[in-house]
């Protein structure tokens, strides 16, 4: 997809419900195959928060890193962010995205790892920083983009936080990507609007693995592609980091509604229902604290979209990225409620459902 496309699918953020996921799609140059919906554009970066957190009246130390300010704050976009998508019949849609504070607990300090690893091609240079990563197979990672000359990307989507780059047009790179050995991660790319400029692109890439079984295995590599040549001459370069072998997986903790377990850690939650589909999860997931609050990842009917990847895989298992750190010693529940869809010959019928992991 060329520029001028993109940039009239962004026209003033008014397009159908799976814009997000086409703007990306293109600029990466793969389908995401990710769940519907509406897609939240995503934001970036705060400064370094410390102290003390309170959380069900005990006192806990905290993590005063810039890798949990940057990546799992609020990315200079205040508390929340909002956006308007229109469909084809002409009603728009509101959603909201809510963010964290980028404080986390002590138990995280050893969870982040440095990875300090760099690749450059077509005058861009990517400099991969810190991740934190957990046995889901999720989590984030921090990284700068450069270049001397300019880094090609669209500026009306960096308003809202998200990183759209021209991989097709003469001197631009794609969005950057990342893989587990020869297999990609599906992610999300975000820009930090304070501290980037049009030279340099501070930033933060969400990520879920497809397979975390397999994936886990593997060294991680983060790669960046353009295209050369026109017509039936072009071609498509990708230059990678050097691997970068993980050396700690957060651990997740397992809830469970009757035989369905549920596997969640600080940065993500993993589903595992068979019968549900690929559609059927769509509605509403609510984590519970012991303090009687709660966080809500999820809500469709009230367009509220608080994470950066959500995905369903093929074996059945469902995935959340959330803008918010789940403080996962507090959790007492994880509600799951959605729809079934089952067809009998060309009668479809919608089955609500409400599952509570404990």
Same mark, same amino acid.
């Given at each position: 997809?060329?520029?001028?496309?993109?940039?009239?699918?962004?026209?003033?953020?008014?397009?159908?419900?799976?814009?997000?996921?086409? +703007?990306?799609?293109?600029?990466?140059?793969?389908?995401?195959?990710?769940?519907?919906?509406?897609?939240?554009?995503?934001?970036?970066?705060?400064?370094?928060?410390?102290?003390?957190?309170?959380?069900?009246?005990?006192?806990?130390?905290?993590?005063?890193? @810039?890798?949990?300010? @940057?990546?799992?704050?609020?990315?200079?976009?205040?508390?929340?962010?909002?956006?308007?998508?229109?469909?084809? @019949?002409?009603?728009?849609?509101?959603?909201?995205?809510?963010?964290?504070?980028?404080?986390?607990?002590?138990?995280?300090?050893?969870?982040?790892?440095?990875?300090?690893?760099? +690749?450059?091609?077509?005058?861009?240079?990517?400099?991969?920083?810190?991740?934190?990563?957990?046995?889901?197979?999720?989590?984030?990672?921090?990284?700068?983009?450069?270049?001397?000359?300019?880094?090609?990307?669209?500026?009306?989507?960096?308003?809202?936080?998200?990183?759209?780059?021209?991989?097709?047009?003469?001197?631009?790179?794609?969005?950057?990507?990342?893989?587990?050995?020869?297999?990609?991660?599906?992610?999300?790319?975000?820009?930090?609007?304070?501290?980037?400029?049009?030279?340099?692109?501070?930033?933060?890439?969400?990520?879920?693995?497809?397979?975390?079984?397999?994936?886990?295995?593997?060294?991680?590599?983060?790669?960046?592609?353009?295209?050369?040549?026109?017509?039936?001459?072009?071609?498509?370069?990708?230059?990678?980091?050097?691997?970068?072998?993980?050396?700690?997986?957060?651990?997740?903790?397992?809830?469970?509604?009757?035989?369905?377990?549920?596997?969640?850690?600080?940065?993500?939650?993993?589903?595992?229902?068979?019968?549900?589909?690929?559609?059927?999860?769509?509605?509403?997931?609510?984590?519970?604290?012991?303090?009687?609050?709660?966080?809500?990842?999820?809500?469709?009917?009230?367009?509220?979209?608080?994470?950066?990847?959500?995905?369903?895989?093929?074996?059945?298992?469902?995935?959340?990225?959330?803008?918010?750190?789940?403080?996962?010693?507090?959790?007492?529940? +994880?509600?799951?409620?959605?729809?079934?869809?089952?067809?009998?010959?060309?009668?479809?019928?919608?089955?609500?459902?409400?599952?509570?992991?404990?």
């Amino acid at each position: 997809m060329k520029s001028n496309q993109i940039k009239q699918a962004f026209e003033s953020i008014q397009a159908d419900s799976d814009l997000a996921d086409r +703007v990306i799609d293109a600029a990466a140059g793969e389908p995401l195959h990710r769940k519907g919906h509406a897609k939240p554009l995503y934001v970036a970066v705060i400064g370094c928060l410390a102290g003390v957190l309170a959380t069900g009246g005990v006192a806990y130390a905290v993590v005063n890193s @810039s890798y949990f300010a @940057s990546a799992w704050g609020n990315h200079g976009n205040g508390e929340s962010v909002t956006w308007t998508n229109g469909g084809s @019949s002409g009603t728009k849609y509101t959603y909201t995205r809510e963010f964290g504070d980028g404080i986390a607990p002590q138990s995280l300090e050893g969870s982040v790892q440095k990875v300090n690893l760099s +690749v450059e091609g077509n005058g861009y240079t990517l400099d991969i920083h810190d991740m934190a990563i957990d046995k889901n197979g999720c989590g984030a990672v921090t990284f700068t983009l450069s270049n001397p000359n300019g880094v090609n990307y669209y500026k009306p989507a960096a308003e809202l936080g998200e990183l759209v780059l021209y991989g097709e047009e003469e001197g631009g790179v794609s969005t950057p990507s990342m893989n587990f050995g020869e297999e990609w991660a599906d992610t999300r790319c975000t820009i930090d609007k304070d501290t980037s400029s049009d030279t340099v692109i501070n930033g933060t890439m969400y990520f879920a693995s497809w397979n975390r079984d397999r994936d886990l295995r593997h060294a991680v590599t983060w790669n960046i592609s353009w295209t050369e040549g026109k017509g039936e001459d072009a071609k498509v370069i990708e230059v990678s980091t050097p691997e970068f072998n993980v050396g700690a997986h957060v651990d997740t903790k397992e809830l469970r509604s009757d035989d369905s377990p549920l596997e969640i850690s600080p940065f993500s939650i993993q589903t595992h229902i068979d019968d549900l589909g690929y559609e059927a999860v769509d509605h509403k997931l609510t984590v519970s604290y012991k303090d009687g609050s709660e966080q809500i990842i999820e809500d469709d009917d009230a367009g509220a979209y608080n994470f950066y990847v959500s995905m369903a895989r093929n074996s059945g298992e469902n995935i959340w990225v959330p803008t918010k750190l789940i403080n996962v010693d507090q959790v007492v529940s +994880v509600t799951l409620e959605g729809t079934r869809y089952t067809s009998t010959g060309e009668t479809e019928t919608k089955v609500p459902f409400t599952i509570v992991y404990s």
